[in-house]
């Protein structure tokens, strides 16, 4: 999935394009909350709701072909 989507994911934030993807796994899978993972990936809250909106667009853009 990362070689994927990985041209599409922001070079220039704080995170790895690598931790970026991560990041937004981990938010769906275990629904983890806004204040916990910026303290996991050493990084502001707004840079990770910032970060989650703009990779949920680019997942929905680049993987819609898959819903049935």
Known sequence: MYDFVHQDLC???SLSPFQ???MVLMRLRKNL???DLPYRFATHKT???H???Q???ILY???KFLIV
């Open 11 to 13: 070079q220039k934030s």
């Open 20 to 22: 970026q993807l991560l």
């Open 33 to 35: 909350q806004f204040d």
């Open 47 to 49: 840079t990770i709701s």
């Open 51 to 53: 970060l989650f909106n």
């Open 55 to 57: 990779l949920i667009e």
């Open 61 to 63: 853009i680049k993987l």
